[in-house]
């Protein structure tokens, strides 16, 4: 079986327990609730994401991320690993009221995420890098959202490369060395 499949399963599982949970809500605004989730950044980590809203127009998060690669252009280099934690805000343009069953916001927003690659326990390369999010979060009942993204990544690597390049993960287009076009997605179960 595909790698893709057997990954895509437990994902396709829990999203229907998820959705089979969720109820029809109420007309109310976000403020004050807490989600927890897993998201897929534009600079290309996977992690943990927890978004709380502060009213119904501004929204913070946290993510805690990895990334495991090998890279492509030296087949006998070991296995690259990385860590991300990245703060970040929404600013939303269009806030769901969630009325229905189905109800979807729009957003902009920014992250700042602290990213550090280790190869071997010996080299090691710390990055800076920004985002520029353009997010719509589609909520599927009261307790679940699926959040499709794009937009800008600009990325500061600070120190000596450590002898390695890695890939540019995600998926969009590289625009100079250190800024691309992406697009990524989160999703989210809010209590």
Known sequence: MPRS???????????LCCLLYSTNAEAKDMSKRFGI???RSLTGYSGVHGKYFIEEHWSVDLSIGLRLFKP????DRDLIGGTAITP?????IIPGQQSGPIQASLGVGGRIGLYIMMQDGTNEQIEVDFELPVVAEVFLGNHF????????????????????????TGFGMIIGDNTGLFGAGSFNFYF
Not at 5 to 15: K, Q
Not at 72 to 75: L, V
Not at 88 to 92: A, E, H, I, K, Q
Not at 145 to 168: D, K, N
Request: glycine share 18%.
């Open 5 to 15: 499949i057997c990954l895509g399963i437990p994902a396709f599982v829990f999203t």
């Open 37 to 39: 989730g897993g998201q």
């Open 72 to 75: 492509t252009n030296d087949a």
């Open 88 to 92: 970040g805000f929404n600013y939303w």
């Open 145 to 168: 959202s699926l959040a499709p993204e794009v937009g800008l990544v600009f990325r500061i690597p600070i120190g000596e490369q450590g002898g390695f390049q890695y890939p540019r």
